[in-house]
C-alpha cells in the first residue's frame, strides 16, 4: 500500500510589528534633535510615549523594539520592554542591551510576544563600533518550525557589511523567517546583498518610507521574510520616535 501524502502544516495569520521607540523620546522636526537633546539624559515626558506605544503595540501579536532603554536615568530607570509587554498585555518578553553609557542612557533590542518561543538567542554583531546586536527567537517545531530575529544595524556601510555578513550565516539554515529592525539602509543598498543572496530573505514587494517620521523620505526601517506569505505592509506613527514602525501581517505555521 502507497504511504499517504502528508498534509501541509495549515498556517494562520500573524500581526508583526517593528519600532525605532528612540528610548520614548518626540522628535517632529531636525531642529528638535538640538531643542530637545535634554531628552537623552532626562525621563521627561517618557511615560506618556511610552503609554502611546503600549496602545499602538497592543493588537499586534510579535513586537520587535530597536533603541529600547533597559533602565538608565533617561528612562527614569525603567526597563522600557518590560513595561510595555505589561501596559500592552504580552506574556512573554526579551530585552538584548548593547549599549550603555554609565548610568546615564542605555539601548538595545527587545522582542514582546503573545506566542511563547521554544528557543531565545542573543548574538553580538561585529562592527568598527561595539553596541550592536540581534536578538533571535525560534518557533514552532518541524513543519512549523520559523524563526524571528529583531536587529539595529551601525550608520556605517563598512559596519553594516560585516553586521550583515554574520547575519546570513546565522540565518542561512532557516526555511522560515522574518527579520525585523532599524537597518539604517534601504533593502536595495549593496551590502544587503548578501542576506538575500544566503538566506530565503526577500526583499519587500514595495518601498515604504520610514524616517523621518514627520515627513518620511527615507527607507530605512523593514520587516523581511523567506517562506512566509505576506498580507500586509504598511507603515504607522510610532507615538512621538523620529522613525515610522513598520507593520506587516503573515500567514505562519
Request: hydrophobic share 40%.
Amino acid at each position: 500500500m502507497a504511504a499517504k501524502p502528508k498534509s501541509p502544516a495549515s498556517t494562520r495569520p500573524l500581526r508583526l510589528l517593528s519600532a525605532n521607540i528612540q528610548a520614548g523620546s518626540s522628535t517632529r522636526a531636525y531642529r528638535e534633535y538640538v531643542t530637545r537633546s535634554w531628552s537623552h539624559v532626562l525621563p521627561n515626558g517618557k511615560r506618556l510615549n511610552l503609554d502611546s506605544l503600549a496602545a499602538l503595540a497592543e493588537p499586534f501579536d510579535l513586537v520587535g523594539l530597536q533603541e529600547s532603554d533597559p533602565g538608565s536615568l533617561r528612562s527614569g530607570f525603567t526597563n522600557q520592554a518590560d513595561y510595555l509587554a505589561e501596559r500592552g498585555g504580552f506574556p512573554f518578553w526579551s530585552h538584548q542591551p548593547n549599549r550603555r553609557i554609565s548610568r546615564i542612557a542605555g539601548s538595545g533590542n527587545a522582542l514582546l510576544s503573545r506566542l511563547e518561543p521554544r528557543e531565545l538567542l542573543d548574538y553580538a554583531l561585529p562592527g568598527r563600533i561595539a553596541g550592536r546586536g540581534v536578538l533571535l527567537a525560534r518557533f514552532g517545531e518541524g513543519d512549523t518550525a520559523w524563526d524571528l530575529a529583531v536587529t539595529h544595524l551601525s550608520l556605517g556601510a563598512k559596519s553594516r557589511q560585516l553586521q550583515l555578513g554574520f547575519l546570513a550565516d546565522l540565518l542561512s539554515e532557516s526555511p522560515r523567517l522574518v527579520l525585523m529592525g532599524d537597518f539604517n539602509c534601504d533593502f536595495d543598498a549593496p551590502e544587503m546583498r548578501a542576506l538575500y543572496r544566503e538566506t530565503k530573505l526577500e526583499p519587500p514587494s514595495e518601498r515604504v518610507a520610514t524616517f523621518p517620521s514627520w515627513a518620511p523620505q527615507r527607507c530605512l526601517d523593514h520587516v523581511l521574510v523567506g517562506g512566509l506569505k505576506i498580507n500586509q505592509y504598511q507603515a504607522i506613527p510610532a507615538a512621538g520616535s523620529d522613525h515610522m514602525a513598520v507593520a506587516v501581517e503573515l500567514e505562519v505555521p
